[in-house]
C-alpha cells in the first residue's frame, strides 16, 4: 500500500472532506528531536510522582506544553509544573480522581480550554491495594479496578472526543491524536497476591487493542506501555534495601531497575510521529522481564 493516496490522507472522521494527501512517501518532514512534540499539548495523569512525572517531563522536553494532573500532593503538582515552565513550555495543574467520571470530564474541558486543543493523551494514574485473594475486601477490588481500569476508560474517552472533533493537523503531527495507556507486565504475567491489580491491567491490554481497532480510521493511534520493575514510590519494598533489589535482579534479566526517564523516553516515542504507523502495540519496557528469566540457566 506503500503511496497510496487514499490510504494515507488525513480527515476528521473518514467521511469527512479529505485533508491534502501526504507526499508518497507517507512522511512529512522529520523535526529535530528537542521539538518532536512542537504544538502537542499533552493531558498526563498521575503526573506529580514517579513514572507520571518523568512522562511529563519528557514530554515537555520533546517540546509539548503539558497538563499536569494529580489527586494528591498539590505542592509536588506546582514543582512538575513549574520545571516544565523552566524549559520554556507551558504547563498548568489539574485536581482530578481520574475514577470519578465528572472530575474526569472537568479536568478534560479545563485542559482543551486552556491549551485550545489537546494531542496527546496519558493515562498513567495507578494503584496497588495488595491482599492474599481470599482476604481481598471488595473495596480493594473496586479501587484499582476503579482507577487502573475505569479511570483509563474515562480519560481515553474524553481524549477521544476531542482528537475526532479535531481530527488531523497535518502541520502538527501526522495523527489526530496519540493515547498512550500505562499498562504493566502484569496485563501478562501472572501476580499471585495482586489479583485486583493483574486484571486491571489485563483488561487494560484489551481495552486499548479495541479501541485502537476502533479508532484507527480516525488517525488515532492507541498504545500501552508496560514497565516492569521501575523505581517509584508504588514499589518501594522491591528496591529499597540491597535484599530486596538482590532478589528483585532474579526477574531482570538486564540486571537493573528501570528508572522513570526509561519510561519517558518510550512515551515520547509513542508520542511523537517516529512512530506514525504503531497502534494498538505494548511496548514493554522492563529489561527483558517478561522472556521468562527462569529459563536463562535452566529448561
Ligand atoms: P506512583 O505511586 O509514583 O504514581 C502513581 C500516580 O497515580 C500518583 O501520582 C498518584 O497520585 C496517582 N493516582 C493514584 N490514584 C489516582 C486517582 N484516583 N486519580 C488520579 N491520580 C491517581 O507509581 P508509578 O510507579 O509512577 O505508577 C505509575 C503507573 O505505572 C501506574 O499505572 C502503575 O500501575 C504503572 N506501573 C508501574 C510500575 C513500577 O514498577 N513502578 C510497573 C508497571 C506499571
Known amino acids: 500500500?506503500?503511496?497510496?493516496?487514499?490510504?494515507?490522507?488525513?480527515?476528521?472522521?473518514?467521511?469527512?472532506?479529505?485533508?491534502?494527501?501526504?507526499?508518497?512517501?507517507?512522511?512529512?518532514?522529520?523535526?529535530?528531536?528537542?521539538?518532536v512534540l512542537r504544538g502537542q499539548p499533552a493531558l498526563v495523569t498521575g503526573a506529580n510522582s514517579g513514572i507520571g512525572r518523568a512522562v511529563a517531563m519528557g514530554l515537555a522536553r520533546a517540546g509539548a506544553d503539558v497538563a499536569v494532573n494529580y489527586v494528591t500532593h498539590p505542592e509536588a503538582a506546582d514543582e512538575v509544573a513549574h520545571e516544565i515552565e523552566a524549559m520554556g513550555r507551558k504547563a498548568i495543574?489539574?485536581?482530578?480522581?481520574?475514577?470519578?467520571e465528572a472530575d474526569v470530564e472537568r479536568m478534560y474541558a479545563r485542559a482543551i480550554a486552556h491549551f485550545g486543543t489537546l494531542h496527546i493523551a496519558v493515562s498513567n494514574a495507578g494503584l496497588q491495594r495488595d491482599h492474599p485473594f481470599d482476604e481481598m475486601t471488595l473495596e480493594a477490588w473496586n479501587t484499582v479496578i476503579g482507577v487502573n481500569l475505569t479511570g483509563q476508560f474515562l480519560c481515553t474517552r474524553a481524549a477521544t472526543r476531542e482528537f475526532k472533533r479535531r481530527g488531523v493537523v497535518s502541520s502538527?503531527?501526522?495523527?489526530?491524536?496519540?493515547?498512550?495507556?500505562?499498562?504493566?507486565?502484569?496485563?501478562?504475567?501472572?501476580?499471585?497476591?495482586?489479583?485486583?491489580?493483574?486484571?486491571?491491567?489485563?483488561?487494560?491490554a484489551m481495552m486499548m487493542k479495541s479501541i485502537a481497532q476502533e479508532l484507527a480510521p480516525h488517525f488515532i493511534r492507541v498504545n500501552s506501555i508496560a514497565p516492569g520493575a521501575i523505581r517509584t514510590p508504588i514499589n518501594t519494598s522491591a528496591w529499597e534495601t540491597?535484599?530486596?533489589?538482590?532478589?528483585?535482579?532474579?526477574?531482570?534479566?538486564?540486571?537493573?531497575?528501570?528508572?522513570?526517564?526509561?519510561?519517558?523516553?518510550?512515551?515520547?516515542?509513542?508520542?511523537?510521529?517516529?512512530?506514525?504507523?504503531?497502534?494498538?502495540?505494548?511496548?514493554?519496557?522492563?529489561?527483558?522481564?517478561?522472556?521468562?528469566?527462569?529459563?536463562?540457566?535452566?529448561?
Open 93 to 100: 495543574t489539574l485536581k482530578a480522581d481520574v475514577s470519578e
Open 242 to 299: 540491597p535484599e530486596a533489589y538482590a532478589d528483585l535482579m532474579t526477574l531482570v534479566p538486564y540486571k537493573r531497575i528501570g528508572e522513570p526517564e526509561d519510561v519517558a523516553q518510550a512515551a515520547v516515542w509513542l508520542a511523537s510521529d517516529a512512530s506514525d504507523y504503531v497502534t494498538g502495540a505494548t511496548l514493554y519496557v522492563d529489561g527483558g522481564m517478561t522472556l521468562y528469566p527462569g529459563f536463562t540457566t535452566g529448561g
Open 172 to 204: 502538527v503531527s501526522q495523527a489526530a491524536g496519540k493515547i498512550i495507556c500505562m499498562s504493566s507486565v502484569h496485563q501478562l504475567i501472572p501476580w499471585a497476591g495482586h489479583a485486583n491489580y493483574a486484571a486491571s491491567k489485563g483488561g487494560v
Open 1 to 35: 500500500m506503500d503511496g497510496d493516496p487514499k490510504r494515507l490522507s488525513r480527515s476528521a472522521t473518514p467521511t469527512a472532506p479529505v485533508a491534502p494527501a501526504l507526499p508518497a512517501a507517507g512522511r512529512l518532514p522529520r523535526r529535530e528531536y528537542h521539538e
